[in-house]
């Protein structure tokens, strides 16, 4: 599954989805309630051209660092602003936490307090196993690097999570082409995880 984080000015999400129509393929986005404000035509352009979004709080904030009654709010902040840049009530399964802050280890209170503020709000949280933050921040992320990088850790079911960078973006041709060369097709997380099921 192909995930892109966050969000950018209006010509670089363009740009995205210009991409992936010529590749024919759908993606599943994580932006910032606040991107959503900034921008609520391409979002709408997006989920039209059959990409789906997923709930990345309002403001990207760090869900150990914030109160429970805070949680809830930038999880409601995000839903309202995608609402309101719809025009209708927009149905997500998932939930992407901001840096994986309050999930990088599933056994503490915590965690399981957040899993169930998600629960209820109808979405299961969403991490990844291919990144590129992490993993080449001790090297200049060239766009060749990071399609190189991509195309040599993904797996059949792994979940990619690209940010919306200049970079990444550029790259994702490369990473495109590069998946179906080895068989494997990019795909949103609702092809890759309810396949079986109606959605």
């Not at 809830?72 to 927009?90: F, M, N, S």
């Not at 936490?97 to 999930?103: A, I, L, N, R, S």
Request: with cysteine; proline share 4%; glycine share 6%.
């Amino acid at each position: 599954a192909i995930t892109i984080d966050d969000g950018a000015h209006a010509d670089l999400i363009n740009q995205t989805l210009a991409h992936l129509r010529d590749y024919d393929v759908q993606a599943t986005f994580f932006p910032m309630g606040s991107w959503v404000e900034l921008y609520p035509e391409v979002w709408q352009q997006a989920v039209e051209e059959g990409h789906e979004l997923g709930n990345h709080t309002y403001s990207h904030a760090f869900l150990t660092t914030i109160s429970e009654e805070r949680v809830k709010e930038e999880l409601t902040r995000w839903q309202d602003a995608v609402d309101d840049a719809l025009g209708y009530k927009y149905e997500t399964l998932f939930f992407r936490p901001p840096g994986m802050d309050g999930f990088t280890s599933l056994n503490n209170a915590r965690t399981k307090q957040l899993q169930q503020i998600i629960a209820d709000k109808g979405m299961f949280p969403i991490l990844w196993d291919v990144e590129l933050v992490y993993a080449l921040r001790n090297e200049v992320a060239t766009v060749a690097r990071i399609t190189e990088h991509v195309l040599s850790n993904a797996r059949g079911g792994s979940i990619v999570l690209l940010h919306f960078t200049h970079n990444d973006i550029a790259a994702l041709p490369g990473i495109i082409s590069g998946l179906r060369s080895r068989g494997l097709e990019p795909c949103s997380l609702s092809e890759l995880l309810l396949y079986d099921f109606e959605v």
